[in-house]
């Protein structure tokens, strides 16, 4: 079993729909997690980053991280077009180095058609 | 703010040759990792330096090497290089704030190796 699953997709909407997105994971050792935002043949960009339980909101994107299902979400509102790239999640552990090695998910390429 | 860069951005190798691929942190930030990124196996965490010191490292051969330097710069090389080490070589860099590490990436080095 993979240390994170990720649906690769691919994911199709229409301009103004809600996008869920979604990782399961095994490591109970996770702590942190984030979702990176990669349009093609560029670097993964941070959108939004989590630590432990809970949601987190910024701007039309919404993170949940449930640990005792280890689950996490992303939640997208309102998509439009420039939405479409690869979301990748991603997670490390909580102490000392190993806060600096991600495990990723292999990455769900979303299109939002205009 | 400037972010994380990288160079080259592309190259292109023989089959037995060596690369080295470079990469200057954000100002400020002391750690510097590195990971492969290809369309079978995802992001896949190479190594992670902190003043000078590897603390981490992935299941990579021993092919794979890396070094950081005073000023935080980093360098990675690839020796005695295959077809499978095709791939974005992304180095990303990060800081431990107050409300947790967050790690940004570069835009890569493509390497193809032919």
């Known amino acids: 079993q993979k240390e994170v699953e990720q649906d690769p997709g691919p994911l199709s909407v229409p301009e103004g729909a809600i996008v869920s997105l979604n990782c399961t994971y095994s490591?109970?050792?996770?702590?942190?997690f984030m979702w990176y935002r990669q349009y093609s043949r560029k670097g993964p960009e941070l959108l939004m980053y989590?630590?432990?339980?809970g949601n987190k909101e910024d701007g039309r994107f919404t993170a949940q991280v449930d640990k005792s299902s280890k689950y996490i979400s992303l939640f997208i509102r309102d998509s439009q077009p420039s939405d479409s790239a690869t979301y990748l999640c991603?997670?490390?552990?909580?102490?000392?180095?190993?806060?600096?090695?991600?495990?990723f998910g292999k990455g769900t390429l979303l299109t939002v058609n205009p | 703010k400037a972010g994380v860069t990288q160079t080259p951005r592309y190259l292109i190798k023989t089959r037995g040759q060596q690369v080295t691929l470079s990469c200057s942190p954000i100002?400020?930030?002391?750690?510097v990792s590195w990971y492969q990124q290809t369309p079978g196996q995802g992001l896949q965490f190479l190594f992670e330096?902190?003043?000078?010191?590897?603390?981490n490292k992935g299941n990579f051969p021993g092919r794979f090497s890396g070094r950081q330097f005073s000023n935080s710069r980093s360098e990675m090389n690839v020796s005695t290089l295959e077809l499978g080490d095709s791939a974005l070589y992304l180095c990303?860099?990060?800081?431990?704030?107050?409300?947790?590490?967050?790690?940004?990436f570069g835009e890569g080095s493509w390497l193809t190796v032919v």
């Open positions: 490591n109970s050792a996770f702590q942190y």
């Open positions: 989590t630590y432990s339980s």
């Open positions: 990303a860099s990060s800081h431990l704030g107050s409300s947790g590490n967050t790690i940004y």
């Open positions: 991603a997670m490390s552990a909580g102490s000392g180095g190993s806060n600096y090695k991600l495990t």
């Open positions: 100002s400020g930030h002391r750690s």
């Open positions: 330096y902190f003043s000078e010191t590897q603390r």
